[in-house]
């Protein structure tokens, strides 16, 4: 069964860091561009990040409003891409999803979010 499953959602400070992390299983990740989105109450889901696959050209790709603060990466042997988030800010709160369009580059609109396969989603929140 293909699938994804992110974690390491969880409550932290403003200032506060979280690694998420999103585990492929019936698929190999190495092979398709992953990306990060979330998702505020009330609010349009958001493209945060993409990582092309390591046999395209691994380019990474991130949203303005996480740029020097968020960090895409892939660990192929576990088979998982990660997402650091370092100086968290209280509108970084949201449910935090990863998904693939099956492709092995990050499409030109990635932010868009016209990913064919999404994980169940992990909560993030940000509060004092």
């Known amino acids: 069964q293909v699938q994804l499953v992110e974690s390491g959602g969880g409550s932290v400070q403003p200032g506060g860091s979280l690694r998420l992390s999103c585990a492929a299983s019936g698929f190999s990740l190495d092979y398709y561009a992953i990306g990060w989105f979330r998702q505020a109450p009330g609010k349009e889901r958001e493209g945060v990040s993409c990582?092309?696959?390591?046999?395209?050209?691994?380019?990474?790709h991130y949203a303005d409003s996480v740029k020097g603060r968020f960090t895409i990466s892939r660990d192929n042997a576990k088979n998982t891409v990660y997402l650091q988030m370092n100086s968290l800010k209280p509108e970084d709160a949201a449910v935090y999803y990863c998904a693939t369009d099956w492709l092995g580059s990050c499409p030109g609109n990635w932010d868009r979010g016209d990913f064919a396969s999404w994980g169940q989603g992990t909560q993030v929140t940000v509060s004092s």
């Open positions: 990582v092309s696959s390591s046999s395209s050209d691994g380019k990474t």
